[in-house]
């Protein structure tokens, strides 16, 4: 399917001379391959952190703007129209941006592909016109310049054995956790993720997870020891045995009756006990590498909790998002007007209602969201005909007249003399 949605691009490189080993960028010469770990993600208790991180990433909105100085205005191109519903044929906006933060804290790379048609304006000069946005999910890559020198590619492994290779300028390359290594994510200096220190915490969790409840049927089953006195030889000690299973097997009171004289030992088998502050201080190693609380990850969290989420996860993925878009998708001259791609995240939701009341009262005297806005983005509810209009307290003044108001409530002029 890669091959199939990346077969129009390849087609425009087909008369360059593409290397048949690319440079490496490493000092000491070795290529560089991102080795993507698999084990530690077996883990659900990590899946549900990078899904938590992921679910809330795909509720941003994302749109295209020109920002100028005091102002930031949406346009209507292509890249706003793609990213309001779907983004390629295959995913919606939200499944989309889910999917580019798995495999950013997952690979520590993801790599987005534009694809795009070249058209003409009017004036005949050539421009971009975006079709589809695709995440890549290769095996491995390799990074480096072609036989000139100068343009940097990099060569995607795909899981059917084949590969491609594309200029480095035309994929949006985002990482997560930055390591010596000057262009791929992973943590180390070789591109790798370091997976090694939170495989050795899940496994640990894992074990403990897995003996519990073994430790619990085990104290449930064996509750004495038994013991026959009786000295018999080899056969009737087969005979005895066969019969007293059989016994044990009949049973379904958990009672046996044997005529084997012999004695029973209680056994005082307690299933073992894990305290808290265990558990919370093992999970606490797996939550502090993907920045999530507790509170978040159950979902029973406050504003404040909220807030400190959004900064430790979501900010890192909008700063890197709107960055690596905007610096791919525009021109130099279109940069230089302002053109950006923005990413919208609704902080106001996770709010308790009274700060929302508070915010709703603030935004109603100060004129800053409309009577609908109000309605829907901080109660939820449905609009009105004839809401979209905003109110503003007379208690408030322009600042630009604030000096002619206040000199006039006086009643005097600027200069001081009494108003005739």
């Known amino acids: 399917?890669?091959?199939?949605?990346?077969?129009?691009?390849?087609?425009?490189?087909?008369?360059?001379?593409?290397?048949?080993?690319?440079t490496s960028i490493l000092n000491d010469g070795r290529a560089i391959f991102s080795q993507f770990g698999e084990d530690v993600y077996l883990s659900d208790f990590v899946n549900n952190c990078i899904d938590r991180i992921a679910?809330?990433?795909?509720?941003?909105?994302?749109?295209?703007?020109?920002?100028?100085?005091g102002n930031i205005r949406q346009q209507n191109d292509d890249i706003t129209r793609l990213f309001r519903f779907k983004p390629n044929p295959l995913q919606t906006t939200k499944d989309f941006l889910a999917c580019c933060e798995w495999?950013?804290?997952?690979?520590?790379?993801?790599?987005?592909?534009?694809?795009?048609?070249?058209?003409?304006?009017?004036?005949?000069?050539?421009?971009?016109?975006?079709?589809?946005?695709?995440?890549?999910?290769?095996?491995?890559?390799?990074?480096?310049?072609?036989?000139?020198?100068?343009?940097?590619e990099i060569k995607f492994y795909w899981r059917d054995g084949t590969y491609d290779i594309l200029p480095y300028d035309d994929i949006i390359h985002l990482k997560w956790r930055r390591g010596k290594n000057t262009i791929v994510g992973g943590g180390n200096d070789f591109?790798?993720?370091?997976?090694?220190?939170?495989?050795?915490?899940?496994?640990?969790?894992?074990q403990v997870l897995q003996g519990l409840p073994k430790s619990i049927e085990a104290s449930l089953k064996i509750t004495g020891l038994y013991t026959a006195k009786t000295l018999i030889d080899a056969d009737k000690i087969k005979a005895a045995r066969d019969k007293f299973e059989e016994h044990v097997f009949s049973s379904k009171a958990g009672i046996v009756a044997t005529d084997l004289a012999?004695?029973?030992?209680?056994?005082?088998?307690?299933?073992?006990?894990?305290?808290?502050?265990?558990m919370a201080f093992l999970k606490g190693i797996v939550r502090e590498r993907y920045g999530i609380s507790e509170a978040v990850l159950c979902g029973d969290?406050?504003?404040?909790?909220?807030?400190?989420?959004?900064?430790?996860?979501i900010e890192d993925f909008i700063a890197e998002f709107e960055q690596g878009m905007s610096a791919c998708l525009f021109t130099s001259r279109?940069?230089?007007?302002?053109?950006?791609?923005?990413?919208?995240?609704?902080?106001?939701?996770?709010?308790?209602?009274?700060?929302?009341?508070e915010l709703a009262n603030l935004a109603t005297s100060t004129g800053l969201m409309t009577l609908n806005e109000i309605l829907?983005?901080?109660?939820?509810?449905?609009?009105?005909?004839?809401?979209?209009?905003?109110l503003q307290s007379l208690n408030f003044v322009n600042t630009n007249i604030v000096d002619s108001y206040q000199l006039n409530q006086a009643g005097a002029k600027k200069d001081g003399e009494p108003k005739k």
């Open 103 to 152: 495999l950013r804290r997952k690979d520590h790379n993801c790599f987005i592909y534009p694809q795009y048609d070249i058209v003409y304006d009017m004036q005949g000069s050539p421009y971009r016109k975006y079709t589809a946005f695709y995440p890549l999910n290769p095996t491995q890559i390799e990074i480096g310049t072609d036989d000139t020198g100068n343009v940097w």
């Open 1 to 22: 399917m890669i091959l199939n949605y990346l077969k129009g691009v390849l087609d425009r490189y087909t008369d360059r001379k593409i290397s048949k080993t690319l």
């Open 191 to 206: 591109g790798r993720p370091d997976t090694a220190n939170l495989l050795s915490s899940v496994k640990v969790l894992d």
């Open 55 to 69: 679910t809330e990433i795909s509720k941003i909105d994302i749109v295209s703007v020109v920002q100028k100085p």
């Open 376 to 390: 829907g983005t901080l109660l939820g509810i449905e609009p009105f005909d004839g809401g979209d209009r905003r």
């Open 301 to 313: 969290y406050t504003g404040e909790q909220a807030a400190a989420f959004y900064e430790t996860c």
């Open 334 to 357: 279109e940069q230089d007007v302002g053109h950006r791609v923005k990413c919208y995240y609704n902080r106001l939701e996770y709010l308790s209602m009274a700060n929302k009341i």
């Open 262 to 278: 012999g004695e029973f030992t209680p056994l005082n088998m307690k299933a073992v006990e894990i305290k808290s502050e265990v």
